[in-house]
């Protein structure tokens, strides 16, 4: 049997994918910004070659797709050669988002392990408030923010609150999701052991269905720590906010900023692995800490 390779296994299907995505972006650059290079060509009365259209497709000032060396020279140029106080820079208003991100993140994850124990321990509130949670998440956030954001200004709470809540929203359903589920994970014999024991339903709850649940916890955290992210993304597009990688896109629309735009949006990305990957070494730590081996 050949053994495991860390290249051939993880890094190597990771670049392929990476390879694949790269040429299909060159592509399309090509494919997408021909049409304004050849139009602006012929208003000059200039001929030119298949070579020289490539050639601007990946200079044009304002592109439908941006090359990735676009992107990249706009990341580095709002992001190193900006002050992190600048508000020009992506630093700045990624603060700005993870802010709320991280207030909202917080509030779910509360709300969200709340109702998942009450659903468990609680017949009546499992078959009525289950599906209640379950039809919250039919409702389109695009719908749903800009009244939040309306109603909550009308009576004087604007800034951060409003756009945590919406992050709230989103990020409380998987926790709420995997919670039940991690809670309710113990076998039935596992549960009546507990009750050979004569253990309380706390003593159960803490020694048994707690532990039980971690893996579905952190699991449900990865989750809801991005859609966070994006909840906190959405809130900020229907206020016209001046600060917050929601405001860059939205200015980035208003004036054809196409590198802007996805500047930020790769900003948003970016932010939201590495949320998610800290999610994932807390989940590491704690497993560990439980004896569980890697």
Do not use: C
């Not at 392990?113 to 039919?138: C, E, F, G, K, Y």
């Not at 409380?172 to 004569?198: A, E």
């Not at 709850?205 to 859609?227: D, E, G, H, N, Q």
């Not at 900003?267 to 994932?280: E, N």
């Amino acid at each position: 049997m050949a053994e495991p390779s860390t290249f051939r296994d993880r890094i190597l299907p990771i670049l392929t994918v990476i390879l694949a995505i790269l040429v299909i972006w060159h592509v399309f650059v090509v494919y997408l910004n021909a049409p304004f290079v050849r139009d602006q060509a012929a208003r000059a009365g200039e001929e030119i070659t298949f070579a020289e259209v490539v050639e601007r497709t990946f200079a044009q000032e304002r592109p439908v797709l941006p090359a990735p060396h676009q992107i990249v020279a706009e990341l580095w140029d709002t992001t190193i050669n900006k002050a992190v106080t600048s508000k020009r820079s992506l630093v700045y208003h990624a603060w700005i988002t993870l802010s709320a991100t991280l207030a909202g993140f917080a509030m779910g994850t509360i709300l969200g392990i709340v109702l998942a124990i009450a659903i468990v321990h609680n017949r009546a509130m499992d078959r009525s408030l289950m599906p209640w949670v379950i039809a919250s998440q039919t409702i389109p956030i695009l719908a749903i923010a800009p009244m939040i954001i309306v109603v909550l200004n009308s009576i004087g709470i604007s800034g951060l609150m409003p756009k945590a809540l919406i992050s709230t929203y989103l990020s409380f359903f998987p926790i709420v999701v995997g919670m039940v589920k991690g809670l309710r994970s113990p076998d039935i014999l596992l549960l009546d052991l507990m009750h050979t024991y004569n253990a309380s339903q706390t003593q159960t709850f803490w020694k048994l269905r707690w532990p039980a649940s971690m893996p579905y916890l952190f699991t449900s955290l990865k989750v809801a720590i991005a859609i966070s992210l994006v909840g906190a993304i959405v809130g900020e597009l229907p206020t016209g906010a001046v600060a917050g990688l929601g405001a860059r896109l939205l200015s980035g629309s208003y004036y054809g900023q196409t590198i802007q735009i996805w500047a930020a949006l790769f900003m948003a990305a970016g932010l939201a692995a590495l949320l998610v990957s800290i999610v994932g070494m807390a989940h590491t730590r704690v497993l560990a800490r439980m004896g569980v081996k890697p």
